[in-house]
């Protein structure tokens, strides 16, 4: 079965970092793009970013560039979304999703659970 | 940035009869667009791809269609189960971008 399993939930402090993770199984993992979408509570969806695992070609969406890093662990099949210092405006449901083989001009076809990310003082 | 205009923000119709939601974008992205279907507590589910083509096992009364930069998402008779949230996105240019969704409600 092709799957994407993230990682669980955080609770985090303003100014603390988190990486959370997003695992393949059931496809070559390196083979497809994986994109990062955010969720912020009752509202939609933000597309942050993507990366290859085959070679960790890396595109940002300008909203998100240098807030976080996205990368990948291709010996693992994982893939990461991370904060050096998070934001109270970070919380928010994070999504994984596979998009597309070797071109990610594809829709997200595999989408993982999901991470919620909830940070507080 | 390319922006993704969904109409209506909602959209109220009864079972069984058909729904049309509609995207638009504020520059080509071509055939480059997917519609995806989120329920509450639910990740989005991918319905149709280059516009118009439909995804393996999802049921044949959803159909995707385009006339230039209008993207239309037709639920020919709706189910129970089809009320949700839909998004449009476009894949053809970075940064990739969603639309703000409809959410089809019953009526």
């Known amino acids: 079965e092709v799957q994407l399993v993230q990682s669980g939930a955080e609770v985090k402090k303003p100014g603390e970092s988190l990486k959370i993770s997003c695992k393949g199984s059931g496809y070559s993992f390196t083979s497809y793009w994986i994109g990062w979408v955010r969720q912020m509570p009752g509202k939609g969806l933000e597309w942050m970013g993507i990366?290859?695992?085959?070679?960790?070609?890396?595109r940002y969406s300008p909203s998100f560039q240098g807030q976080v890093t996205i990368s990948a662990d291709k010996s693992i099949n994982t893939a990461f979304l991370q904060w050096r210092s998070l934001k109270a405006s970070d919380t928010a449901m994070y999504y994984c999703a596979r998009q597309g083989y070797s071109t990610p001009f594809y829709g997200m076809d595999v989408w993982g659970q999901g991470t919620p990310v909830t940070v507080s003082s | 940035e390319i922006v993704m205009t969904q109409s209506p923000a909602t959209l109220s119709v009864s079972p069984g009869e058909r729904a049309t939601l509609s995207c638009r974008a504020s520059?080509?992205?071509?055939?480059?667009l997917a519609w995806y279907q989120q329920k509450p507590g639910q990740p989005p589910r991918l319905l149709i791809y280059?516009?118009?083509s439909g995804v393996t096992g999802i049921p044949a009364r959803f159909s995707g269609s385009r006339s230039g930069t209008e993207f239309t998402l037709t639920i020919s008779s709706l189910q129970s189960e089809d009320f949700a949230v839909y998004y449009c996105?476009?894949?053809?240019?970075?940064?990739?971008?969603f639309g703000q969704g409809t959410k089809l409600e019953i009526k």
């Open positions: 280059g516009a118009s």
């Open positions: 520059q080509s992205v071509g055939s480059n």
């Open positions: 990366i290859y695992p085959g070679d960790s070609d890396t």
């Open positions: 996105q476009q894949y053809n240019t970075w940064p990739f971008t």
